[in-house]
């Protein structure tokens, strides 16, 4: 009988190990189209004192302006004192249509299998800062245009805000 117990309790150990880990290596494709991280947890806190911010350097490109082909977005802790664990950043045309392309980046990729522009994180340790470019799609025929950011912040578990707004820095990101 200590057998079977032995084993229950293994495994009972094992699904809370993987039920706290998350999606160390970022969101899955089954993240694409949605806000809410798919591990089972309560629902997104109240972006009203999220810890949390997205800093954007522009909120549209223009290609008649020097450094405007591009838009710096920065998902950041609001204090030292509460990093987040993961993130996923999408970016939207002025009609709320998903848009544009993100830059490769070392702590970040796209979204696997996802049609629209989203970036998440590499892995899950604590971090109180990603910094992403996205740029406008390649061979665009306009010379500007609007973009809009969302994104969703994870701190742990069970501590998660959806759908943050994007907010434009007062100082270049």
Known sequence: MSGLLSLSVSATLLSWACLTSGFPNGAPYTMCGYYAPSHNTPK???????????????????FREAGRDRVVVNVTSKT??????????????GSGKPYGKWDSNP?????PRCKKPAMTHN??????EATL??????????????????ATVVKDMNNFWAELPHTVAEEEV
Do not use: C, I, M, T
């Open 80 to 93: 030292e004192s509460v990093p987040f664990k993961g993130f996923v950043v999408s970016a939207y045309d």
């Open 123 to 128: 892995e899950a340790s604590p971090k109180r």
């Open 44 to 62: 997104a806190r109240p972006n009203e004192g999220s810890p949390f911010q997205l800093l954007v350097s522009a909120e549209y490109f223009d």
């Open 107 to 111: 702590n970040a990729h796209q979204v």
């Open 133 to 150: 470019v996205w740029r406008p799609p390649e061979g665009e025929h306009r010379e500007w245009g609007w973009v809009q950011f969302r």
